[in-house]
């Protein structure tokens, strides 16, 4: 199982950090995704670290802003989100998949957690 938290509403410009605690399986023998889905928008990836080799990779509109990172003893993924932007705004799930490294295709991953909602607005 995977459990998203850390939501809620900050001003633009503010920061929040999402957490993705994991149960059942070893974190570090899966490669882990955010995604986010805004209101009437297609969910899509946003970062993701490997379970190669501990890589990350983001989508272009959160690079220099987000940060992904694993803490395995305690199988809890982050992610950072700093400069926060109204249209940062939706609801965050992190998944994970087995095989292979990392994605921002939604498709590849197995697992999904329920999302938690960040709100950007003054």
């Known amino acids: 199982q995977l459990q998203a938290s850390g939501g809620g509403l900050v001003q633009p410009g503010g920061s929040l950090r999402l957490s993705c605690a994991v149960s059942?399986?070893?974190?570090?023998?899966?490669?882990i995704g955010w995604f986010r889905q805004a209101p009437g928008k297609e969910r899509e990836g946003v970062s993701c670290i490997s379970r190669l080799d501990d890589s990350t990779h983001y989508a272009d509109s959160v690079k220099g802003r987000f940060t992904m990172s694993r803490d395995n003893a305690k199988n809890t993924v982050y992610l950072q989100m700093n400069s926060l932007k109204p249209e940062d705004t939706a609801v965050y799930y992190c998944a994970a998949r087995s095989a292979g490294g990392s994605s921002l295709n939604l498709n590849n991953y197995n697992y999904w957690g329920q999302g938690t909602l960040v709100t950007v607005s003054s």
């Open positions: 059942g399986f070893t974190l570090d023998d899966y490669s």
